[in-house]
């Protein structure tokens, strides 16, 4: 069976990078699976049960780069409609991000506008679309960011969680925790679907 459908315009301009993020949450599901997997197979007596991390692992490897690769070739295509207001990359943005948690510091989504709202946005998408509907109306209404640039922002935002998901390490030296591993995916897993949806969102 054939099916065709309409593609609105930010579905169009973020093509590449709504593939991306469907196939990162895919990817993290089956990370988490592979983990799980060799629990529910083992007998119940077993105490020991070795799990390979290896998906987690590829990740973390890979998880920046074919975001960014994405992001560029979108960019390229559509050169007149994303420019993004933030030019780091998803690396960077994460790297920073992670930074200012850890150390403590001022978030930039705190202080710079088009930012804080975004943030709201992506928040409040995941128990009221509504909310984050009127949030984003009240917000352009005001003159101080478009929809469109709100909803790219939020995109990225909802991103970078799932890639700081990805890279958050145990504290100290101790051997990673195969649940807390499985976990970190299934989060990492909704943060980059969440993103997906953003992209994908029309606001006419």
């Known amino acids: ?33 592979s983990i799980s997997q060799p629990f529910a197979m083992a007998p119940p007596e077993t105490s020991e049960v070795e799990v390979d991390l290896a998906r987690c692992v590829h990740l973390r490897q890979t998880a920046h780069a ?61 128990t009221d679309r509504e909310v984050a509907l009127a949030l984003i109306a009240e917000t352009v209404a005001g003159g101080e960011c478009t929809g469109e640039g709100i909803l790219d922002e939020a995109t990225v935002i909802a991103a970078v969680d799932g890639l700081r998901m990805l890279h958050r390490l145990p504290n100290g030296p101790q051997e990673p925790d195969a649940a807390l591993e499985a976990e970190r995916c299934l989060r990492a897993s909704t943060a980059f679907a969440l993103a997906a949806v953003l992209a994908s969102c029309d606001l006419d």
């Open 66 to 126: 074919s975001l960014e690769w994405a992001r560029q070739r979108d960019a390229a295509r559509w050169p007149a409609a994303l420019k993004p207001a933030d030019g780091r990359t998803f690396e960077a943005r994460s790297e920073a991000a992670e930074a200012e948690v850890v150390l403590g510091l001022r978030d930039q989504e705190a202080v710079l506008p088009l930012a804080a709202v975004a943030r709201r946005v992506a928040d409040a998408w995941l």
């Open 1 to 33: 069976m054939t099916s065709h459908t309409i593609l609105l315009a930010r579905r169009r301009r973020h093509a590449l990078l709504l593939h991306e993020l469907a196939h990162l949450v895919a990817a993290c599901g089956a990370a988490a699976a």
